[in-house]
DNA sequence: CCTTGACCTCAAGTTGACTTCAACTTCTAT
DNA sequence: ATAGAAGTTGAAGTCAACTTGAGGTCAAGG
């Protein structure tokens, strides 16, 4: 069997993700590696599956605090296992299913509400605060974070 | 009949959007306005249906940018239908499709994959890169950009 | 031994969509 | 006529998740 540790850039290149991202991650706690002499990273590959794990739930539109946070939750002593890789996981289920939820509800009404003609708010509620799929981009981010009364044009 | 034009402070109120943000969208150019004599801005009451659109394109996932050129397809002459309304919202439909559908792959391949415990790309393929629903957060962001050859770890 | 490519740190820059601040000016109701 | 609420500008700040750059160090092959 070959060297058990792998260097930044022959991580970087299997993940996809770029090694000042994954310093970074380092730096903010997500991920961790032993030094050589010489001080250069090298990582266990146990790191890929951690690796995959933050990857998946970006995707899900976790930010790097929450993900940091469920990784908070894996045992710290001996190395996790599938079962507690997939409890973690298990737990995104009903986020992604309410982000679908109301992207369909979004879409939905998108026929119903635009299609009529009225785009009002009030009327319509197409604009569902607290909404998960409203959660697009980052920033003080105050829209629709207050119900409108009403957009009820002319 | 009331007076025609609505400060600032009267649109803010009515759709939700600080004045701070509709002075940026002016800037911008996705809106515009009248002014007094003294200077301060006056809102014809169509901005209001303008300003709904804007606020679902962005729940879409439209960027500022994509939401001017959409806005860059209605009649510049007259005011703006029902249908003109229409035409663009519906061309949303395919978008918002993917996004669900792609939300949709990774919910399902959640139970088979990461349940599996595998969490292997080359195998379940868990990171679609250019999956429309990878586009959450700002910023340089080339995760997912590049397609990554294998994160089977260990 | 030495070159060359991979790696290091630290500070500063990027992006989008705004907000906040300071220092005024204008409008409206009394 | 005037107080106070509401509006104005321009510059700078914010946030997340990184990237980029400068200036230097490490490690593996020839």
New binding site residues.
Partial sequence: MDDELL????V?DRTGI????L??YEREGLIWSVR??????RYERDILRRLAFIRVA?TVGL???EIRAALGTLPSERTPTKADWDRIARAWRPRLDDQIASLERLRDQLSDCIGCGCLSLRVCALYNPEDGAARL???????LGDLPTDLDPA
């Fill in positions: 260097p930044i850039g022959a970087a770029a090694a000042s991202a310093r970074y050589t002499d010489g001080g250069q990273r970006q930010g790097l605090e981009g980052s920033g003080p981010r105050y829209l």
